[in-house]
């Protein structure tokens, strides 16, 4: 693929840039473990999409090493979750089959032995085993069909703020991050989710129904605080200050929602 062939490319404050051409996304990476990890959990991803039919995981074409770049297959006309989230009439539909999708990532075997578990339990006693994590569960990393009948997860990497690990982890770190992104609220943004306690509700809900090992609320009552301030603790991302300072106000409700469980 040729640079001039490019659609177009979005560079994003972690330095990882996406490059569009017609068919393929090219992500430039900036770190090999990183790099590694994602190749490794999206083709984990996918076999856990055959297997259960609730997803698709766009294909891994191509990847290379020495340039930390990896292809991935460009999936047309779709839309973020997020964005059918805040416009959508039929938003309950969409978040249970978020929910489900979730749940059969997590119900996916465990990999071989050697794999190393992921770590984060940011200093939460945990009672639930480790499961496959995606590792950045938000509603921006959904993608959603026209009709809202698919979803396929993208995006199979933690975000710089939190370490690489390994793929597997505990749930509550997928479940916090979806329902952090329902309440999350940017600056000028024109159209937030509505209503995400609702949802967060109905997706909590449709992740227990279909989840194959019992859902300890205890743990992701405990677990989505110390995610939070692991999310707002700017000194390790200082030029996201003010954004972060923003956000208190909706990830306050957010907070709340999770401790009246």
Known sequence: MNASDAEFEICKASGVRLVFFRDAVVKHLVDPRRMRLELEKTQMGAVAARASGRFDVPRVLAYDFDHLTIAFERLHDVSSLRQVLSDSENADEVTMRAAEALAAVHNQDPPPSDSPSWGPDLGVRLTAPPVLVHG????????????????????????????????????????????????????????PVADPRRLAKIFLEGYRAELRQPFVVEDFKAYFPALLSKFLDWTRRPRAKLRLIACYPSLNTARSFVRKL
């Open 136 to 191: 950045d569960f938000s509603a921006t990393n959904i993608l959603c069909s026209p009709d809202s009948q698919r979803l396929a997860l993208i995006d199979w990497a933690p975000p710089l703020w939190l370490p690489p690990g390994g793929p597997m982890g505990p749930g509550c770190l997928d479940l916090s991050f979806f329902v952090l992104s329902l309440f999350l609220r940017r600056p000028f943004e024109p159209s």
